[in-house]
């Protein structure tokens, strides 16, 4: 045996030699490992992906550990303060509503005692209105003490009510007498003739009724 065939060629039956031919790429490159390389790469890439995927959040995640991180930045000072003006609105309308309502009682108190007073004071008034329409009121002192007297009670919101001619109304009214008459203009139903006596009121308490004689 030749040492030609002993000692094959350079390249030859050598796959590990640089530069060779077969499963060897110029350059002194084999296929398995440029395979392999490319696979390593694209490993690292999905792996790196994923990384960024699993960091990244969603702006509610975010938002919500942005929240939380300034909850937990927080001053105790400043929740203190947020803490005592929720009470202090709280109490602030509790105080109005208070306020209000007692406010309310009083008028109606108010009202009720000047209308017990005007109550008791009925008679004296229907005596003046009698007097009046009599014409003894026309001069003298008794005319110049009905007008203070009626002043008076103009000032605590003391109204006399009551004209003939205006619609019959139940709730201000007290009818006495029917009579037949012809109904004003404008007017519809039961209406008022003549106004025995007025009726007296107190804000919007009635304190007696208008009683009157009605037609229609």
């Known amino acids: 045996m030749t040492d030609a065939q002993n000692n ?11 530069g060779g031919v077969g499963d060897d790429l110029p350059g002194g490159k084999n296929t398995k490992n440029v395979k392999a390389s490319a696979q390593d790469a694209a490993g690292e890439n999905l792996q790196q992906q994923a990384d960024e995927a699993e960091s990244a959040s969603t702006p509610d995640e975010v938002a919500g550990e942005s929240s939380e991180s300034v909850e937990e930045n927080e001053h105790p000072d400043t929740k203190l303060a947020a803490e005592r003006l929720a009470d202090l609105q ?3 309308a509790e105080y109005v509503n208070y306020r209000n309502r007692v406010e309310r009682d009083r008028a109606r108190e108010k009202e009720t005692t000047i209308g017990s007073v005007v109550e008791s004071l009925i008679p004296v008034l229907d005596d003046i209105e009698l007097a009046r329409q009599h014409g003894d009121l026309t001069d003298g002192p008794m005319s110049k003490i009905a007008s203070k007297l009626e002043t008076t009670l103009d000032r605590y919101g003391v109204a006399r009510f009551g ?8 709730n ?7 009579v037949e008459a012809e109904a004003p203009e404008g007017v519809d139903g039961t209406f008022v003739v003549q106004v025995l006596q007025p009726g007296y009121k107190v804000g919007e308490r009635v304190v007696r009724a208008a009683r009157v004689s009605v037609a229609g």
């Open 8 to 18: 094959p060629a350079p390249g030859e039956g050598d796959n590990s030699f640089a």
């Open 90 to 92: 709280r109490l602030q």
């Open 163 to 170: 004209e003939a001619g205006e619609a019959f109304d139940p």
């Open 172 to 178: 201000v009214h007290e009818a006495l007498m029917h």
